[in-house]
Each structure stands twice: as C-alpha cells, then as structure tokens.
C-alpha cells in the first residue's frame, strides 16, 4: 500500500496539538521519540492485547487521527510504566490520556465513558468517586463476601473509632457540586448522558 | 599637558581607492596638528623611511595614518613608527569603512575629517606601553596513564620536552591493558590489544624526558605566568620498585584474598600482587586497604623489597603546561536494576566480556558462564545509561559501544560459531569505515533486533529478555543464558576531581570542557592546560591518540613559540584591595586567583575586558592603557565635528564586529555616512558614561554589537538593558540604544540593521 | 534526600480506604501516633477525582479545580503538607500543584472561574503549595521516622515470606520524588526491614502494575486479571505469604479478587494482602479489630498470621 504524503499536509499538527495541552507535562517529548520500544517491552497491555505504545506515538507522529477512533487506546492502564522508563523523555500514558479527552471533545467514546457515569453522579450526591453502582453485581458475583462486608461498613468503621462519618457536611458538597458545573463538566456528563441513553 | 603633544597625520591615498572619493586636499586643510603628510601608498617599504623621516623632521610624539583598516595594517604601522613605541600610533579607517561604503563626495570627505580627528583625540591619551612577553617553563605534567596520557607524554619526550606522567593507579596502562582485543574496520580484523599497547609501554619506559609517577594524584594546584605548581601525592606502594624482581613468592604465601578489579572482579588476587603481566613499574605492590600486616610477605621475600610501613609522599611539581587524560568510568549497573546485573551473575557488561575472553583474563579466553558451560544464546543490549534522560541516566551517546559490541559478538562468533548472539539495538552507529565491519558482524550470522529491552529476568536456568521486536511491532521475549550489557562511558572521579582543582570548565555531564569545540578541541578554558582522550568525551582508542598528539603539539606551540600579550591588561592596586575577592569570581576568563595574599593576575589569561573594575568597591582595579580615556576622546573627537544638521551615530565594536563591518566595505556595500564605528578591545569596555556623555554631547544613536559566542555576550547584553532602563527612568528615549549580534561572514546583515537603525533614529529626530 | 515533614500535616482521605479498607486509616494513625507525628485530618477535604479522572470522566480542568479547593483547605488550616493514603490521590495532587504552578493559563482559568462564580476565597496563587515539599505519600512520612520505628515494634514477622507491591501511582508518576526507588521500588521493603523482616526483594513482574488500570478492571476484566495474574504466578513462584501494600486500589485488585484470580489461573493463591501502615501497626502491637480492620479483608489476615510472636528484647 502506498501513503502519500502532499505538499500541505503538516502531519506534526497532531502531535503539537497534544503538547499544548494542558494535562502535558513532558514539553516536548513526543516529538522526540525514536521508536525504541522501550515503553512496549514494560507495557502492561501490550503484553496481553494488540495495544502498542510505540505504535501510538508513530501514529501520532503520522498525524493519524484515526487513532482517536480506534478502541485500543482504551486499553491503556495508565500504570504509568512507560512514563517512567522512556529515555527520551515522552510519556505514551500522558499522550494516552490527552488523545481520549481530544476524543471525548469529538464526541467521540461516549459509549465507553457511560458506565462511569455513576464517578460524576457520586460527586454531586455526595462530594466522593465511589465505585459506580453499575458495577456492584460483578463485584457481588466476583468477589466473595464483599456485599456483606459492605452492609456492615459502619460498624466496622466504628469499631475503628474512625471519624469523621464518610459522607462531608451538605455545604461541601454544594461547593463542590458548584465548581463542577462552573468547570462544565456537569453539562458534559449530561450530554454524554443523554446522547447514550437516546442511542438505548 | 596631552593638548600640547606632537601630533603628526598621514594621510594615504592608497593608489585612488580613497582619494577618488575623499577630498584629501581638503582633509589637509581643516588638520590642526604638528604635520600633515599624503602619500600614495604608505604600506609599501617607502611608507617606513617616509613616516620615520617626518618623526625625526618634526619631533613627533604621536601618529596617526589615515588609511585602511588596522585590521589589515595596524602590526606594519606599529613597525613603522619605530622608534616612537608602537602604542602611540593609531590608525583611521577612512579605506573600508569610509571611501569604499560612501559614494557622496562631499559627505564623505567630512566624515574622514571626523574619523580622523576622532584618531587624533584617541591618540593623545595613549601612553607608551611594552608588550608583555611570557615563556613559560618547558616542563609539562601529563595526568592520566591510560592510552592518550601516554600518547602525549611520549610525543612530548620525543620532542625533548621533560614530562611527568601521573598515574592513580599502581601502573600505567589503563582500559586498553584491560579490553582484550582491538579491531580494525579496514583490515576487518581482531587484534590484541596488549600487543598494540606494550611497545608504546616500553618506550614511554625508557624514554629519559618521561619521569612515571604512578600511586599518584594531583592534589593542589596554583598558577602564576604561566608556571604551575602542583603538589602531587604519591601513595606508598609498601615494595621498593628498585629492588623488587616481580619474582612472585610474596603473593603465594599471601593469605588475603580479594576481587581482581582489574579483572573487574571476575577473579581474584591477593592483598600484595601485581596489577597485570606487563604492567609498570614492574613490581608487585599492597594492597593496604586488605592487607592484615601478618608479614609472610616481608619474610619469605629475598629481595627485602616489602616495607608494611609507609606514608604518603608529597612531591612538588613546576611545569608550563598540563595535559589533563584521566579518562572515564563505566555507568553503574546499579542505577538500571531492571536489567538485573546485581542479581545474576550472568548478567555481565561488555568490559567484563571483554575480560572474559581475553586470553590473559579469568577463563584464559575461554567463553564461559559462571557455572563452567558455553552459553548457547547471548544477547547484548545497547545504549545503557547512555541516550537516557531519565534520573541518573546519560542524555549523550556513548559512541564506541556499537562497536565494541560488534567486535564482541564478533569474538564470541569465532570461539563458538553455535553461540547464538543477539544484539538488542536502536540504532547500530558505525560511521565511516565502522559501516564495513557491522556487514562482517552480519555475514557472521550475528543477528539483529532493533527494540530496547525493558528487563531481563531469571526463569528456571536461563534469562529471559523482554522487549519489542519494534521492526515488527511485536512484543517478544528471548530467552537466553548470558546477557551482555553495554554501558555508557561517563566522566572517571579522577576527572571529576581534576578538574575541581584546576578550576577547568565541565561540561554539563561532567566532561571536562573544550574551549571551542568546534576550532579548539583540545585547549580547556584555562590558558595552557589541554585535554585529550576520554575525560573530553567519549571516544575510541584512535580519537585518544589523536587528540593525544594534537595536545602535544598545542603544548609544543607555547613552549618554542613563547608568548607575546597586549598589554593592555588588569592590575591591582596592592594598598587599596582589601582580599575581598569578588573580583576573582567575576572573571570569566579565569585569569584571577589569591596567591600568598595577594589578587593576582594572571597576563596570559586576562583579556582586559574590565568585567572586575566594576564590582571592586576599593577601585582597586585598573586595566592599562587608558582605555577609558581613549574611548572618551573618540567619542569627543567624533562629535567635535558635527554639523548641526548631521546625524551621528556611535557603533562599537570589538575585533569581530569590526571585521565584519570591514567586510561591508570591501565587498562594496553601503550604509549611512551618519555611522561611526570605533573599535574597542571588548564591548563590555563602553560604559554608561561614555554612552551618557554621547547622547548628551550630540550623538543622535548607539549601536553596540556583540558576538554571541563572546564569554561577555550576556553580560553586555543586561548592561545596554539596564542602561535602556535608566534612559526611560530620565525620561529618555531608550530606543536611541540598540544591541544587536554580529558574526563576520554576515556583514550584509549588519549593512542593513546599521541602515535600518539610521532610518529609525531619523524618525525619531522628526 | 529531600526534607520530610513530620508536622502540620493533613492526613487525606482517601475514598477507597473509607469505603474498603477502613484499617488502612486507623492503622495510618496508629503508626503516625507512636511516631510522633502531628497530623489532622479535616471533614471539608474531598475526593481527589482519582479515579474518576484516570476513567477519562473528569478532565484536568475539573480536576485541577477540586484540587485547588482541597489545597485552600489545607493552607486555611495550617497544615500545607497533604499526605495521602492512596497513591492515586499522591499522583494526582501532586500533578495538579505542578500544573497549578507552573501553567500560568489553567491557573488563571480556574481563578477566573471561581471569581466570577462567587468562590474567590478558593482561589490558587502560583506557588501555594509546593509539589516537592508539600505533597507527600504516608510511605514517604514512614520513611523519614524509618530509624524510630524499630523502638516501637513488639511482635516478629519475620518468619514469614513477604513480598512487596509498589503502586504504580506512587512510584512511576512523580519518579524524581520517589524515595528508594522506582526502576526497583523499595520504599515498601526497607521500612519492613526496619520491622525486623526482610522481604524476598526483587521478583518477576515486581514493578509492574496491579492490573486494576481503572476502566480496566471493570470494562476489560480479561485483560484487568491476566495483568494481575502475571503477578500473583510470580509471588507465588516464591511461596509468598504477605503481600504488602500502598495504594488501595492494587489492595482492592489483589485481596478482592484474588478467588476469582485463582479460579482463572487454576491454581491456589493464597498470600494475604496488608497496607504498610496495616503491617507495621501489627508489629507495633496493634488490635485486628480495632485498629487493623481485618473484618475488611477478603482474604483472612489470620490465614496466615495465626499467632504473633513477641520480639526478644
Ligand atoms: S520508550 Fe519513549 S522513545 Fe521509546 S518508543 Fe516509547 S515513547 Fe518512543
Ligand atoms: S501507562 Fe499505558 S501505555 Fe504506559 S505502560 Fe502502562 S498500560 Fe502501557
Ligand atoms: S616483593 Fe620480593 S618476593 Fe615479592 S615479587 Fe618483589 S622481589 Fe619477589
Ligand atoms: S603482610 Fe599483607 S600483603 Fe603481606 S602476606 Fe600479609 S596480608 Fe599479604
Ligand atoms: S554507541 Fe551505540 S550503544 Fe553506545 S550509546 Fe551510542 S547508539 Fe547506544
Ligand atoms: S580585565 Fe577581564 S579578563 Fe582581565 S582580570 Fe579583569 S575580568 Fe578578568
């Protein structure tokens, strides 16, 4: 197969789109990655999938934008691993992270965000990211005694004298509530929300 | 008393190319001095009788010739003037940056009148100076026996330079005694390195100039002139190398048994041995650190040659020059414990492979693993700790490590062709020749894997490396039973430590500093110490010996050259200085110390850039020569002349902005006749109030040019913006002021900002 | 080494800890008692977003906001050193003071936010905190006591095989700040030697992730537990029996699931899953119930720690 390359195109676009973003803490070190492998050879996911860390910045550095489609990335742990051991100074999970959000503002991976929905929802109810209550039948099934243990959450943390009570007095949780739609992430979540559930 | 000094003027035609533009007639008229002479071409041998003549006629005191620039002809006028000292002659440069830049007859012809006025002014503060001249001693101190130590020393011996080599270590020798076998990319050929190295041993050894001192360290050092004194700490090697026969009966009863360093711990010797086979002095040596003083030694040794007593001794040196050699360090493995190297011992690094299988090594060259077995898949990684940002890591290529693992592979290929060899690479670097012998590498069936491992760990019997096979995307783990490391060079503490107390420039990794790296590879930042070999940066056996030879001849260039310094240099005023030394911290060019209680200057490194006049709060500091005087007058003579409704700008430049400024002119390009250049020995010499005193006095603008790669670039740039600061604290317009960059070969470019910066000040005026 | 605080610090909570691991924070208070710690902790302080924002639901924005808000609080009170319990709320507060400081835009954005919103009192300024100097993991506070801890340590586990797992979180992000290392992480290890205990040190897989991986664990348990499985065939290759702890989400993924890991693998594992502050609470004496929590834990603590011996003094 043949790629061309023309005359205007300026594939590095791409790349100095996620340097400029806000999450980025290592300049520019994506630009100065040489394709070593490194990241892959400690990668998690690449171990046990198609994931390839390499191969997300050779994409990037392509200005395949495709990628942002593409339901590998989803795969990323974020462990972080690649982070610490690349020796020119890139981080594939930075690059990672920022090209979801790039997705994310494309509308794009809403159907992977939803069943998170239950993070944002905790925050407005109660000021903490508890584990989304989707979840808690897997983790029923999964895990033996947990629902129990669960039921029996304040006792234990009382007997562990633990104090203050888990749930922050009710004008934190306006205050927090309110930082979260000024941010416009309350207006995300909702669309994110509603797109999904018009899609069902 | 200077108004009334004899000042003679002449004037050059030189053969039209001024006088077709410049009225010299009328130059002549408007001159108010002793004599005013024309002639049609001074530089030529007539020029000598002629001004000589006129000197004599006319009882002169000063000269000044109006001609070309002093760049090209300032050393024959100086010799021209002769008797009058050399220093009361100055020259107008009415040729390039005049005749050949203006067409207008007129205005150029009075700006020659200015220029030259300027030349009389500057003149008249001008004293009679001798040039400083330096020999410095022809003894020179080598620091460092490995290959491009010894290289140097010997060269300089040959040329009958007395040179005392210092070594650290109980023999000289260094990583090549140890590396085992050396290639050649031509011959495409493995061939022992001992025996490359022995006969350059044996004739350092004999050669009278060279005086070894090895178990030694430089460990103070002072300079004056150009003379260095050292003090060298010899430790005691507890065997009298003049009776000791090297006959070995004191390490057979020797009960101490410790790791071979030189061996690189893959073997053992005991506490009183000798370094290796061919090593020197020939004679055994303690090691104190292990040693119990249980004295079998002593006694079972016929040449009473062991002594468990001694103490260290100090051995004052004065030399001329120094040549810093002492080498580099392999990374430590602990900084990567991914790979494993301190967990398993068969995880070992090029250097203890090549120990491995050199013949005169632990296994007597035979490849072997730790348990006695041939391993049957070696894989080599690349780059460690080199090309690595991270913590503890190298950011620069250690260049030789491709290719000593090529040679490696290569070796191991030849002892055990079933020996599968794996070289885990991102990219092989064989410039040049190198080229040939990674295609013999891979005619040898060594085989190729570009990915850089992440870890190597131990399953069962053998280790597996991970990495990705990056050509085909695929995450893959080898299995093997050795792995070989190639590790990054790094600066040694020797350099480390050398360069501390000389005060030598580093760089950023810790190498000790070229003073251009690009036109002056081996002069450190200190005049007359040079550096060569791997303490400079990473480099091969041949590169050593190269830039070996080339410090040696750098050193041979001081000592049958000698040295002849402007004079026009700092000095202290011992009543007024109080120690302080501030100044001696301000000075980038290293020049000033405290030497028995005195600031000291040293002539051959002060460039009279006067960087510490300022910050001495005694005024304890001047630079001679008048400079400040002699940059005023200028100043004064160029406004003495302005007409009122004449532009005039200032332009100071040192001797590189001067040339390219030459340059405009002599490839014929133009720009205002408003511009005024005046050379200055260094830019950082104009000062606020020469600048305050123009613009006061009738200067419309100041244009001040630097070259960036001028140590004082930074500091004349804060200066003109601090002066920028006070011109808008008075209310005044800072964008009379410019600084700009000046390189030689881009004079057009300085043609264009001088015609830009004239349009601007015009604007301002209106 | 970098200076370690051991006063006006906010002990922040951690949501996972309250909610799963409860010992986690009266074990941490335990410690920190005995060493002399001053600490506090605060009901205004909320969650880091952590995992929230490694789910790709929060942004930075959002993030760097709630952060901002928990940073004032820490300032208000007094005590400008957070120390963490979770190694995500370590890595992403520390982020966010870098990014605070450092990016004059988001700063300004945030400012700006809380400006126009009625909020001004939670405004950042650059430099507030410090990410060197005021953002810290409990290992990190442990450590700067590291030569007091064995003056207050009264039972011996030294008998048993344990093995320590490094959040990625705390080691891998902010590696230039990670004590002990983070190509072989240690932290974990030296301060169960200053329990008396030596640990197996390095073994396969020993940096490598828990494979939780946030989304991971519940999007794409497959890949979640085979990560985590690489881990557990290699502790068990070397009969392990304590696993020791400092994040408790690697907690969660490990004691949690470690049946189902089983079942999958086909083979038994059966090491038990502590936090440091949980293991050096035990050898210093402290109760299962009251202060370890063990009702917590899946996999039994007295499954293997059936009886404790005293140190011989
Ligand atoms: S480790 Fe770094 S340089 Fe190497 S391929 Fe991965 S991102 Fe690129
Ligand atoms: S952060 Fe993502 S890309 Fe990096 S090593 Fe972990 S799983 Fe792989
Ligand atoms: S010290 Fe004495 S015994 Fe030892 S090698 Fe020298 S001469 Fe022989
Ligand atoms: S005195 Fe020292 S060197 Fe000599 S035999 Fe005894 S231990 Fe060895
Ligand atoms: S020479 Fe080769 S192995 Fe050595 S640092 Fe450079 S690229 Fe890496
Ligand atoms: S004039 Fe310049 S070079 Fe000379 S001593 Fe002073 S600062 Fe150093």
Redesign the pocket.
């Known amino acids: 197969m043949t790629s061309k390359q023309n005359i205007d195109d300026s594939p590095i676009d791409f790349a100095e789109k996620i340097i400029a973003d806000v999450k980025n803490s290592k300049e520019e070190g994506v630009l100065k990655c040489v394709q070593c492998g490194m990241c892959t050879s400690t990668c998690p996911a690449a171990r046990h999938s198609d994931y390839n860390p390499r191969d997300i910045i050779e994409r990037v550095l392509e200005g395949d934008i495709s990628i942002l489609e593409d339901d590998l990335i989803w795969n990323c742990f974020y462990c972080y691993t690649c982070h610490s051991v690349c020796p020119v100074g890139n981080s594939v999970c930075e690059v990672n992270q920022i090209l979801k959000q790039i997705a994310i503002s494309n509308e794009i991976g809403y159907d992977k965000l939803y069943e998170y929905m239950g993070f944002a929802d905790s925050y407005f109810t109660a000021a903490i990211g508890a584990i989304p209550e989707i979840f808690f039948e897997d983790i029923k099934n999964d895990v033996p005694g947990w629902w129990e243990f669960r039921n029996n959450l304040a006792d234990i943390r009382d007997e562990l004298e633990l104090d203050p009570p888990l749930m922050p007095p009710k004008e934190v949780i306006d205050e927090v509530s309110k930082i979260l739609t000024i941010t416009g992430f309350k207006d995300k979540i909702e669309k994110i929300r509603a797109s999904e559930e018009a899609k069902q | 008393m200077r108004d009334d000094l004899k000042v003679g003027v002449f004037l050059c035609e030189c053969g039209g190319n001024i006088s077709d533009i410049i009225d010299l007639d009328e130059v002549r008229a408007s001159l108010d001095v002793e004599f005013v002479g024309q002639f049609e071409n001074l530089c030529s041998l007539n020029g000598r009788k002629i001004i000589r003549d006129a000197i004599f006629d006319h009882d002169l005191d000063r000269v000044v010739v109006a001609a070309c620039s002093p760049i090209s002809h300032e050393k024959t006028f100086q010799d021209y003037v002769k008797p009058l000292n050399p220093y009361l002659m100055d020259m107008a440069n009415i040729r390039e940056q005049c005749s050949w830049v203006h067409s207008d007859k007129a205005k150029a012809t009075h700006k020659a009148i200015t220029l030259i006025n300027a030349s009389i002014e500057k003149v008249k503060q001008s004293d009679a100076v001798d040039p400083i001249y330096c020999q410095t001693p022809d003894e020179v101190a080598v620091i460092g026996g490995g290959i491009a130590g010894m290289n140097a020393a010997l060269s300089l011996a040959k040329q009958g330079t007395k040179v005392t080599l210092i070594e650290q270590s109980p023999s000289i020798g260094g990583h090549m005694a140890k590396i085992g076998k050396v290639f050649s990319p031509v011959k495409i050929a493995e061939e022992c390195g001992m025996c490359l190295l022995n006969p350059i041993l044996n004739e350092l050894v004999w050669n009278e100039n060279i005086e070894v001192l090895t178990n030694s360290k430089v460990i103070e050092a002072e300079r004056r002139a150009g003379t260095y004194n050292l003090i060298v700490e010899k430790s005691p090697r507890y065997v009298d190398t003049e009776r000791c026969i090297a006959c070995g009966k004191?390490k057979e009863?020797?009960?101490?048994e410790v790791p071979d360093d030189w061996n690189d711990g893959l073997s053992t010797r005991?506490?009183?041995y000798r370094p290796f086979g061919q090593s020197y002095p020939e004679s055994y040596v303690?090691d104190m650190d292990n040693?119990?003083?249980?004295?079998?030694?002593?006694k079972v040794c016929n040449m009473r040659a062991?002594k468990?007593r001694g103490r260290p001794e100090r051995i004052p040196l004065q030399v001329g020059s120094i040549i810093v050699a002492t080498g580099h360090k392999l990374f430590d493995m602990e900084k990567r414990p991914e790979y494993g190297y301190n967990r398993y011992n068969d995880v070992i690094t090029q250097s203890e492979l090549g120990r491995i299988t050199g013949v005169n090594g632990p296994t007597k060259g035979k490849l072997l693993k730790s348990n006695g077995e041939v391993p049957k898949r070696v894989v080599m990684i690349q780059c460690v700790g080199s090309r690595d940002e991270k913590p503890d890591g190298h950011r620069y290529c250690s260049k030789i490590c491709c290719t000593v693992a090529l040679k490696n592979a290569n070796i191991i290929k030849h002892k055990n062709p079933d020996t599968d060899v794996v070289i885990c690479y991102t990219d092989v670097r064989t410039p040049g020749m190198f080229e040939k012998y990674y295609k013999h590498t891979q005619e040898n069936e060594v085989r190729f894997i570009r990915g850089r491992p992440g870890e190597v760990v131990k399953k069962g019997d053998s280790f597996i490396v991970r990495t990705e096979d990056t050509l085909k995307g695929e995450f893959i783990e080898i299995e093997a039973d050795m792995v070989v490391l190639s590790t990054a060079m790094e600066p040694s503490d020797g350099t480390r430590e050398i360069a501390e107390i000389l005060n030598i420039g580093t760089t950023e990794d810790g190498f000790i500093k070229e003073s251009h790296p690009k036109i002056k590879p081996v002069a450190t930042d200190v005049q007359g110490i040079f550096v060569c070999g791997t303490a400079h940066d990473p480099k091969d056996i041949t590169e050593s010996i190269m830039q070996a030879i080339a410090s040696a001849s750098k050193v041979s260039e001081y000592n049958y050259g000698g040295v002849e310094i402007e004079p026009f240099i700092a000095e202290i005023d011992k009543d007024k200085c109080i120690l302080c030394g501030d100044c001696i911290s301000r000075c980038k060019y290293k020049s000033m110390s405290i030497q028995n209680d005195e600031v000291y200057i040293d002539p051959m490194a002060c460039t009279g850039c006067g960087k510490c006049l300022v910050g001495c709060g005694q005024k304890a500091i001047h630079v001679n020569g008048n400079i400040d005087e002699k940059i005023l007058a200028t100043i004064k003579g160029v406004l003495s002349n302005k007409n009122d409704d004449e532009r005039m700008i200032l332009v100071f430049l040192d001797n590189i902005g001067y040339t390219a400024a030459d340059n405009i002119g002599v490839n014929r390009l133009s720009y205002p006749e408003s511009i005024h250049i005046i050379k200055v020995i260094s830019v950082n010499r104009v000062r606020p109030n020469h600048i305050k005193y123009a613009l006061e006095n009738g200067a419309d603008g100041v244009f001040i040019g630097e070259f960036p790669g001028d140590l004082m670039y930074d500091e004349v740039e804060r200066k003109v913006d601090r002066i920028k600061e006070t011109l808008i604290e008075l209310n005044e317009n800072p964008e009379q002021i410019m600084f700009s960059k000046v390189y030689i070969p881009y004079f057009t470019g300085l043609a264009r900002k001088l015609t830009d910066f004239d349009k601007k000040i015009e604007e301002l005026n209106l | 080494m970098k200076l370690i605080p051991d006063k006006d610090i906010l002990l922040f909570r951690s949501c996972l800890v309250s909610v799963e691991y409860p010992g986690v924070e009266s074990s941490t208070k335990f410690v920190f008692d005995k060493l002399g710690i001053d600490y506090a902790i605060s009901e205004k302080q909320t969650c880091c977003t952590g995992l929230g924002h490694y789910s790709d639901v929060f942004n930075q924005i959002d993030t760097s906001a709630i952060g901002a808000r928990n940073f004032k609080i820490a300032k208000d009170i007094g005590r400008p050193n957070l120390v963490m319990m979770c190694a995500t709320c370590y890595a992403i507060n520390k982020k966010s003071v870098k990014l605070l400081n450092k990016k004059d835009d988001l700063r300004n954005h945030i400012n700006q936010l809380f400006e126009e919103n009625g909020l001004e009192h939670l405004k950042y300024e650059k430099d507030d905190l410090l990410p060197s100097e005021n953002i810290f993991h409990v290992v990190d506070i442990l450590y700067g006591k590291i030569s007091e801890i064995p003056k207050h340590i009264k039972y011996d586990l030294s008998e048993y095989k344990i093995a320590s797992h490094h959040g990625c979180h705390y080691c891998k992000v902010h590696y230039e700040d990670t004590i002990a290392g983070f190509r072989d992480p240690n932290i974990i290890d030296e301060l169960i030697g200053a329990c008396g205990c030596k640990t197996i040190g390095w073994y396969d897989h020993k940096r490598a992730t828990c494979g939780t991986g946030f989304r991971q664990r519940y999007s794409n348990p497959d890949l979640s537990f085979t990560a985590t499985a690489d881990k557990m065939n290699a502790l068990d290759d070397e009969e392990v029996e304590i696993v020791v702890h400092l994040c408790p989400n690697c907690h969660i993924q490990f004691d949690r699931y470690q049946p189902l890991i089983s079942k999958r693998e086909g083979r038994e594992f059966e090491a038990i899953h502590l936090n440091i502050a949980q293991f050096i609470a035990i050898a210093m004496g402290g109760d299962f119930d009251k202060v370890i929590g063990v009702k917590a834990h899946t996999t039994p603590i007295d499954s293997v720690i059936k009886e404790l011996k005293e140190v011989e003094q």
């Open positions: 004191c009863v020797c009960e101490v005991k506490a009183i303690i040693c119990t003083k249980c004295s079998s030694c002593v062991i468990l």
